[in-house]
């Protein structure tokens, strides 16, 4: 089982005092950050995490990780080593546009969401990205939260459509990220009008609600919402 938020900032403690690290490092606000930032972790994740920071740290001729280091190695871990490729100047401007339409919409709707890494460098099939998360460790989110979710992911969406009249290939993860959040709100959790729960089905949750006449009108309407109020604010 993962430790809690607790649990990890002991692991990152011990891990941390047996290796070279800048004396930034031992702040306890900044190993606090560390601690929130790995939430489902296990602790050999912590360890191999702060090798490769310091690994990071040796790549650049330093003897010592720091907070980068390890913000590199997490970003690392969660979606891949980031890849050097060269973007048209178009498509530079309008991933960049997209991205911080997820950015804006985070910080208009959501401040119990930290944002922790805004880029346009791919990483796996990911062209760029927003990485964020819980401001404190919680294990249930309300309808608000989960709302704020779906307009997130439809962030990218609306500013393409508002700052270059057209939508590219580009938000379709996005897209299932918020149709995702949707099932769980009308199939799952009772927050779109209905009691009935798609869950003890076995099924998959989206494709239950999606096959559902009602509750796909109710996941629309949720995405539809979603896509008015963001908007409304870019």
């Not at 891990?15 to 690290?21: A, E, I, K, T, V």
């Not at 995702?180 to 798609?198: D, N, R």
């Not at 998959?204 to 009108?217: H, K, P, Q």
Request: proline fraction near 3%; aromatic fraction near 4%.
């Amino acid at each position: 089982q993962a430790p809690d938020v607790h649990g990890r900032r002991a692991l990152v403690d011990h891990f941390l005092d047996r290796r070279s690290h800048e004396c930034a490092l031992d702040g306890s606000e900044v190993r606090d950050r560390v601690a929130a930032a790995t939430q489902g972790w296990t602790p050999v994740m912590i360890e191999h995490l702060l090798d490769e920071a310091l690994v990071n740290a040796l790549r650049r001729g330093a003897g010592e990780m720091s907070f980068a280091d390890i913000e590199q190695a997490r970003l690392t871990e969660m979606v891949g080593i980031g890849q050097p490729v060269t973007y048209t100047e178009d498509e530079q401007r309008l991933i960049a546009t997209h991205e911080a339409g997820h950015a804006v919409v985070a910080w208009l709707l959501a401040p119990n969401r930290t944002l922790e890494v805004l880029t346009i460098v791919k990483r796996g099939q990911a062209l760029g990205l927003l990485a964020h998360g819980d401001t404190q460790e919680v294990y249930t989110h309300s309808s608000t939260d989960l709302r704020a979710l779906v307009q997130i992911a439809m962030g990218g969406f609306v500013a393409e459509e508002i700052f270059f009249g057209v939508t590219t290939t580009g938000p379709a993860s996005d897209l299932a990220a918020a149709t995702s959040t949707a099932a769980q709100m009308v199939g799952a959790a009772g927050m779109a009008g209905s009691l009935v729960s798609f869950v003890p089905t076995g099924h998959n949750l989206v494709a239950a609600v999606l096959s559902d006449t009602s509750s796909r009108e109710r996941l629309e309407t949720i995405l539809d919402d979603a896509r008015k109020t963001v908007t409304w604010l870019l």
